[in-house]
């Protein structure tokens, strides 16, 4: 047999053991959900951050357009 077709059936092996209902749920609850739980406590913080940058820039375009308008039409 040549390498190829070991890692073919190798690799297809894998995919109908991943299929599985009990397999699904072990890859879900054990490692994947304690990664991206992990990812998200570690950029919170920069949320947050971003989050608040946005709602700054926000306000000031706000007061400027408002500072705008008093400039211009009640001289």
């Given amino acids: 047999m040549s390498f190829q077709k070991i890692t073919e059936k190798l690799l297809s092996s894998m995919r109908e053991e991943i ?34 940058i946005m709602a700054f820039m926000v306000l000031s375009i706000v007061v400027i357009l408002l500072l705008n308008l008093k400039i211009c039409y009640f001289k």
Avoid: A
């Avoid at 599985?20 to 054990?30: C, S």
């Fill in 19 to 52: 299929k599985k209902e009990e397999n699904l749920y072990i890859i879900t609850n054990d490692i994947i959900h304690p990664i991206v739980t992990r990812v998200i406590e570690q950029l919170y913080g920069y949320f947050i951050g971003f989050g608040l």
